[in-house]
């Protein structure tokens, strides 16, 4: 039986993984020159850059597809655990530096507030209590029927998961700068804090559990490896290729149309591409089932990212692998980002230096870096012809003067990716960072299902749909098609 994936980012190659070791003709189709989907990998003057995920927190997902053919991920990846995980530099020029032992954190959270140690061990505990239900449960199940979901909301209603993270975390912490460090994980998923459900809690757990890692060679690394497991175990890649449309008969998934016009035909079809746009624009309405256009109408959408990458002629040593750089505002400032859909003047960024772990990202003596700054998405109306050069030198100018002394002096081959180019090079619904937004209406049997709805043999991965953004999510959604899929005949 011949299987075709559309999109090869991570979800789309777990799922390519997923479908060969049950016997399947596996194709794996995506409009990108290289493997990754968004985790591409961008060579400048000497300076690599990671263009997707940097942080991995659930290492078992990566390991579990290698497993699938009797590997192990240890023999072709060298992933080694980070510390500190992030580094905290607030408007006032103090750090706060989180991870490691709890030991640690805890004395970190002493120098702040002392008064906040016992919080956040009640926070960690309830965290423990979101991971138990809401990912060692839930992120693996189906929720293609709406009973499933009923079944949840007695013990997702005892654990609050109608609040929001922010709410979550200033019930257990009273430093306001604590309460920012410990709330910023929905953004890492396309999330605004104030409005994002609390199980998103569950973060805590999940980097206390598993530690925070990264890959010797970086993210674009993991993808060589997961690359070349597809080819030793027979899974066709064709790149370049972009899938115009779902062929669909009698209510049936029969194969894909190309951009050239080519039909390509199949037994069973597995889509990474965005949810949403899948559905705007690749399906034809007539075959979408009244909750799928019900979801798509009502849809919100994450932010938009800008990303800056650059090198640097200089190293910054003192500078930790990750940086959580945070802006003179927090509340206001996401509000102006997710509900007012304006470029404001002030920013909080988040800085990555993987020369701080692996030196081959740059030059002898030099620093490779990127910083992401969230942004609106292009349903704001922001002109990145104009506004993106103007960012670009007023970041350059803020780490200039904080952690980046000299910046604007050593700063070389640099370069920017904007909203505009998630939606022209990602086919991202209005150029967002994560597909839709985490919120408690999006989750769950109310996000886009993995098992289309009215569609036979088509089946969903990637972060519009269950369980959600990010690489442990993305990784988990093709767990689930997988429960779903019959081995082949």
């Not at 263009?51 to 497993?67: N, R, S």
């Not at 925070?212 to 690359?227: P, R």
């Not at 960024?349 to 942004?375: E, G, I, K």
Request: hydrophobic share 45%.
């Amino acid at each position: 039986m011949r299987a075709l994936v559309i999109g090869a980012g991570f979800g789309g190659i777990a799922a390519a993984l997923r479908l060969r070791a049950k016997g399947y003709e596996v194709t794996l189709l995506d409009r990108c020159a290289t493997l990754g989907g968004r985790a591409q990998v961008f060579e400048r003057g000497g300076f690599r850059h990671d263009a997707g995920p940097t942080v991995i927190t659930a290492p078992f997902l990566l390991e579990e597809l290698f497993e699938l053919f009797g590997e192990t991920l240890a023999t072709h990846l060298t992933l080694v655990p980070l510390k500190p995980w992030y580094r905290f530099r607030f408007a006032d020029g103090e750090t706060f530096d989180y991870g490691g032992t709890l030991e640690e954190t805890l004395l970190e959270i002493d120098r702040i507030e002392p008064k906040d140690r016992a919080g956040y061990l009640a926070l960690l505990a309830h965290s423990k209590r979101l991971f138990d239900v809401g990912f060692t449960e839930l992120s693996n199940a189906s929720f293609a029927r709406f009973t499933t979901m009923l079944r949840q909301i007695p013990r997702l209603l005892a654990l609050r998961s109608y609040e929001t993270v922010w709410g979550l975390v200033s019930r257990y912490l009273s430093s306001p700068k604590l309460r920012q460090a410990f709330s910023i994980q929905p953004l890492l998923v396309g999330g605004n804090p104030f409005d994002t459900t609390s199980i998103y809690g569950l973060i805590h757990f999940l980097e206390r559990a598993y530690g925070v890692h990264f890959a010797m060679g970086g993210t674009g690394a993991i993808i060589k490896s997961l690359g070349d497991l597809m080819d030793r175990h027979g899974v066709t890649t064709s790149l370049e290729t972009t899938v115009r449309a779902i062929d669909i008969a009698d209510g049936v998934a029969t194969g894909v149309t190309l951009d050239d016009g080519t039909h390509v035909a199949a037994d069973l079809i597995v889509s990474n591409a965005d949810a949403a746009f899948l559905y705007s624009a690749m399906i034809d309405r007539k075959a979408q089932a009244a909750s799928t256009k019900l979801k798509l109408k009502a849809a919100h959408y994450s932010m938009g990212l800008f990303v800056l990458y650059f090198g640097t002629t200089r190293t910054y040593p003192d500078v930790a692998h990750h940086t959580i750089w945070m802006g003179p505002r927090y509340r206001d400032l996401l509000a102006d980002i997710f509900d007012r859909k304006i470029l404001a003047d002030d920013f909080s960024l988040y800085l990555h230096r993987p020369t701080a772990t692996d030196p081959s990202f740059a030059p002898d003596h030099c620093d490779s870096f990127y910083v992401l700054c969230p942004v609106p998405n292009l349903q704001g109306n922001i002109d990145w012809v104009k506004d993106g050069p103007r960012l670009r030198d007023k970041i350059v100018a803020a780490l200039d003067e904080t952690i980046l002394p000299g910046l604007a002096a050593s700063i070389t081959a640099d370069f920017f990716k904007t909203p505009g180019d998630f939606q022209t090079d990602y086919l991202s619904m209005h150029g967002a960072g994560f597909s839709i937004a985490p919120l408690f209406r999006q989750s769950a049997w109310f996000r886009f299902h993995n098992k289309a709805e009215s569609i036979r043999n088509l089946y969903l991965v990637g972060a519009g749909t269950h369980p959600g953004a990010g690489l442990p999510g993305v990784l988990c959604s093709a767990k689930i098609i997988d429960a779903m899929i019959p081995e082949a005949t």
